[in-house]
């Protein structure tokens, strides 16, 4: 579970309010679509949420514990995968991994039991040898993601987790998505493909200006427009005009 209560945070001394005063539950169990325009304050809250960013007001909360209070704790249990995928570029894939499964003190038979299926799955066996420098984009973002999934954390954050993936990559990872959740585990993140947040999300929250403008299932959302059929884009695009 995320808890947000009344978090805010500014930039330029106060001159620019990037999130205000956001009040948010993610619950266990749901994958939990977090949308807005560039700007809106998307990825100010989620470096919130996982302790990059103080906020100026407010609390947040991962499954009970405070992120500045309960830091460590809350980043154990929690993965995050930035909007661009800021890696060790001189080590190998498997040096990376290896690394972060250190960093999260994963046992080692399981570590390689879980090395060996993503791998598999986002097929990077053939890669994962060489120097992460020499990695295209998608490459990086799969190892990342890898590097995410490896603790089998309870709470996942990603900002915009499909950029870069080719089509297998991105089915792959949106029903891994849904397994974690199915397990009880929460799942929070940012996209700007509508189409992906309509189908997968369980609840969508729209944010513009700092502040969150509307939250629910789509069919919450579809009773906020006068065309209770329009696509999650339409409802977008009517919202954050307003």
């Known amino acids: 579970m995320i808890e947000l209560r009344h978090v805010s945070k500014s930039y330029n001394k106060g001159r620019v309010k990037a999130v205000d005063d956001l009040d948010l539950v993610i619950k266990p169990g749901e994958i939990f679509g977090f949308l807005g325009p560039n700007g809106a304050g998307k990825t100010t809250t989620i470096k919130m949420i996982v302790g990059l960013l103080k906020p100026d007001a407010g609390t947040i909360a991962v499954n009970g514990l405070d992120t500045q209070q309960d830091a460590l704790q809350c ?45 598999e799955v986002f097929e990077l066996r ?3 040898s060489s120097p992460i420098q020499s990695f295209s984009h998608g490459m990086k973002q799969k190892i990342v993601l890898i590097a995410a999934l490896l603790p089998a954390p309870q709470v996942m954050v ?11 990559a991105a089915h792959h990872m949106k029903e891994l998505m849904r397994e974690h959740c199915d397990q009880g585990k929460t799942l929070f993140f940012s996209t700007h493909i509508m189409e992906v947040a309509e189908k997968l999300c369980d609840r969508i929250g729209i944010i513009n200006k700092g502040r969150l403008i509307a939250c629910g299932t789509m069919e919450e959302l579809k009773k906020l427009d006068q065309d209770e059929g329009s696509s999650l884009e339409n409802i977008f695009l009517e919202l954050t005009e307003k």
């Open 126 to 128: 053939q890669a994962v």
């Open 158 to 168: 990603l900002d915009e987790p499909m950029v870069g993936l080719d089509p297998r």
């Open 75 to 119: 980043k154990a249990m929690t993965t995050y995968v930035p909007d661009y995928p800021a890696v060790y570029e001189r080590l190998t894939g498997l040096e990376y991994l290896n690394f972060i499964g250190d960093v999260y003190g994963v046992p080692k038979k399981e570590r390689l039991e879980r090395i060996e299926k993503w791998l």
